[in-house]
């Protein structure tokens, strides 16, 4: 024992001890060796033994416990190991391990690892987030605990992964605890320990609900823009300028007419689409293109099948860090119904100018032809038996009407002649004209009329649709010098926006009657058709046409309602389709035709209003000549106030229609309204359709057209008392 005690002393000299986990120096009675020579019995006690000479530090173990002699002595036993290399090892496992769990703690990704039993040995923060876990502690618990309804598919897969398989999925759908579902995509991978087997794996998921959402968003965004360029009748393009490589959208295959399955064109095999007449204007905008600035071109192209398409080009170019352009990209619309409607509204704006025009040119010769006739009248009636300037004044007369008729011809075009609208039967129009027709046409020309059956009515003027089909027929004839064959026919039709479109019309859908006028003649090229409805304009030779008949035949079918299209090509004839509204009513039959009294004198008073000086004189020289009492006005005020300041009767009020002040109905109906028992005679070369009943006249109106006969207006003043 005392050996003992010394070399302890000479240790204290050499060595200094510490505790494992702490840095103070053990007192020497704390020591291993006198620990077990008071009688402790130690296992595995460990201490830092550092040498105060050398200055090595080395971890040992102790264990010891006191044994007795065979003498009976108390001998202390006490062994020592080295453990210091295992410490250290111990000390790297250890924070590589609290390296690892940070890095999976903290991954940017949801990560988790499991031992074999699918317990949880560690987790990231993303795991829990995305998996709604929240702070709930998950070391050493199992998955199947957590994930109580886990799909059989992810069960397989853990099944799978530790069996060493390595599993990935790139779209699936995962219930998180609280019940909502997410979109992931994840991957199992088996992990090894130290002797090589698998100790566990690993699964890796990432939540891709947002990423699919923007997804979908895109593929609809795509899917609307793809609709609205499909509807907008516009294809895309991408021009590679080095390759000169074009690539097509599939709306612009069906632009061009080309089939879907033909291959991408060269941009020369594009170029070869557009029109002769357009190309050099198209290579100038090519030319701006590739300097950098955007272009916008509108130009024809020539569809493999020959049809002519009107295209609207968009494009800019992308340049390189050199300044070279690299490719282009732009989109095409088909602009062919667009320009179509453009040539259609400048050609009724030019038509409705022409016809403003021929209107009010109408109206003043209308004026001027009513001096003619009437002093014509006045002198012829006053040449009593001196016969000699009798056949002057009748040439002038007839001169008169001529131009009369032609001023109705120009009413007629400018949609401003006053008209009679009556229910009529087409049918009964063409059977009334057929006995005169084959006259009119001549025997080399086959006319054939076929009437609809059931055939609807139309509120039309009769005469003037008679005189529709008159001009029709005329031209048909002159259209089949040589003869042919001519075709009349009606029918019930319905008119919707798919006719429309097709036939570039812009009418109400509606049911009409049909009227078709056919010839199998000469025909009319696009250039022809487009002005042919234009007064004067005609194909025929001098003084064989004055250009309206058929100007004619569209302010007709204009004014009641109706509308025209024509089918005619070269060589091919000609068809008019005049489409008249159709109405339920029954057909209006005309009475017979009263006989005029003979005497055109009377002895009424007569309040004459006509803004045109020589009209009104010339009228008032011809009912004072026949006895009546006259009072003039240049215009309704002053008819006003003659009728205010007359105490006498008014029996008849004589007035023009279109007048500065106020028109002839409105002044009508202020001098009825004192004097009821007046009557009312209305004249004018045309009615304007600001007027209230538009350019019809009523039934019960008693109404001359300007100009007329002084024994028209004598007959029409007798008859309005007696009616």
Avoid at 601 to 608: A, D, H, M, W
Wanted: charged letters at 30%.
């Amino acid at each position: 024992m005392e050996e003992c005690r010394r070399k302890l002393a000479e240790f204290t000299d050499t060595f200094e001890v510490r505790p494992l986990d702490d840095d103070h120096l053990l007192p020497v009675a704390d020591w291993p060796m006198s620990r077990v020579q008071r009688g402790e019995v130690l296992r595995d006690w460990e201490v830092r033994i550092r040498r105060r000479d050398q200055g090595w530090e080395k971890i040992l173990a102790y264990s010891g416990w006191l044994i007795h002699s065979a003498h009976g002595e108390e001998l202390a036993f006490v062994s020592t190991s080295d453990i210091t290399e295992r410490k250290r090892a111990e000390a790297d496992l250890q924070e590589r391990e609290e390296q690892l769990r940070l890095f999976v703690e903290y991954a940017p990704a949801a990560l988790a690892m499991f031992d074999r039993e699918m317990r949880y040995l560690s987790v990231s923060r993303r795991w829990r987030a995305d998996h709604g876990l929240g702070d709930r502690e998950l070391r050493g618990v199992s998955h199947y605990e957590v994930f109580r309804e886990l799909p059989e598919r992810w069960q397989a897969a853990h099944r799978r992964g530790l069996a060493g398989e390595v599993l990935r999925e790139d779209d699936d759908c995962f219930e998180r605890v609280d019940g909502t579902v997410q979109s992931v995509a994840w991957q199992v991978r088996p992990w090894h320990d130290p002797r090589g087997e698998i100790g566990g794996i690993v699964i890796f998921t990432e939540d891709i609900t947002e990423r699919k959402r923007v997804q979908e968003t895109l593929r609809i965004s795509e899917e609307r823009l793809r609709l609205a360029v499909r509807v907008a009748a516009m294809g895309v393009w991408e021009l590679q300028l080095p390759e000169r490589v074009v690539t097509w959208s599939l709306e612009i295959f069906d632009i061009f007419g080309v089939p879907a399955d033909s291959p991408q064109p060269s941009f020369e095999d594009a170029a070869r689409f557009t029109h002769p007449d357009d190309r050099s204007r198209v290579e100038e905008q090519i030319v701006l293109l590739l300097a950098g600035k955007p272009i916008q071109v509108t130009y024809r192209i020539i569809r493999p099948d020959g049809e002519l398409r009107w295209i609207e080009i968009s494009a800019q170019a992308e340049f390189d860090a050199s300044g070279q352009p690299v490719r282009s990209i732009g989109v095409i619309r088909d602009v062919t119904e667009s320009r179509q409607l453009e040539a259609q509204f400048r050609q009724a704006q030019k038509m409705e100018a022409v016809g403003r025009l021929s209107g009010g040119v109408a109206h003043d010769f209308n004026n001027i032809l009513m001096i003619i006739t009437g002093y014509g009248d006045l002198l012829k009636e006053q040449l009593g038996s001196d016969e000699r300037l009798r056949p002057m004044i009748e040439a002038i007369l007839s001169a008169a009407n001529r131009a009369a008729s032609l001023t109705h011809q120009l009413l007629a075009f400018s949609r401003k002649q006053i008209l009679a609208p009556e229910v009529l039967d087409l049918n009964s129009i063409l059977a009334d004209l057929g006995k005169m027709l084959p006259r009119l046409i001549g025997e080399d020309i086959d006319l054939e009329i076929i009437p609809g059956n059931g055939l609807g009515r139309v509120m039309a003027d009769a005469s003037q649709i008679q005189q529709v089909v008159m001009n029709l027929v005329v031209n048909a004839r002159d259209a089949m010098p040589e003869g042919g064959r001519l075709t009349i026919e009606t029918a019930n039709a319905e008119w919707d926006d798919k006719h429309g479109r097709e036939y570039g019309i812009e009418a109400k859908p509606g049911s009409f009657v049909l009227l078709s006028v056919a010839d199998n003649g000469i025909g009319m090229d696009r250039e022809t058709r487009a002005h042919l409805f234009e007064p004067f304009f005609t194909t025929k030779d001098v003084n064989k046409g004055t250009g309206l008949g058929l100007s004619i035949v569209y302010g007709v079918v204009k004014q009641s309602g109706g509308f025209i299209w024509v089918d005619s090509e070269p060589g091919q004839g000609t068809t008019f389709k005049i489409y008249l509204p159709r109405i339920e009513e029954k057909e209006t039959i005309i009475s017979a035709t009263r006989v005029s009294p003979k005497s055109y004198r009377g002895s009424e008073t007569i309040l004459l209003v006509e803004d045109e000086p020589g009209v009104r004189e010339a009228i008032s020289h011809f009912l004072r000549a026949q006895g009546y009492t006259v009072l003039e006005a240049n215009n309704p005020s002053t008819a006003l106030e003659i009728a205010q300041e007359q105490s006498k009767r008014i029996h008849l009020l004589l007035t023009d229609m279109i007048m500065p002040e106020m028109n002839g109905r409105d002044l009508a109906k202020r001098l009825t309204a004192t004097r009821p028992e007046m009557g009312v005679l209305y004249i004018s070369g045309y009615i304007d359709r600001g007027i209230a009943g538009g350019t019809n006249i009523d039934a019960e109106m008693n109404f001359l057209q300007k100009p007329f006969g002084f024994d028209v207006l004598g007959r029409k003043l007798r008859d309005i008392p007696d009616r």
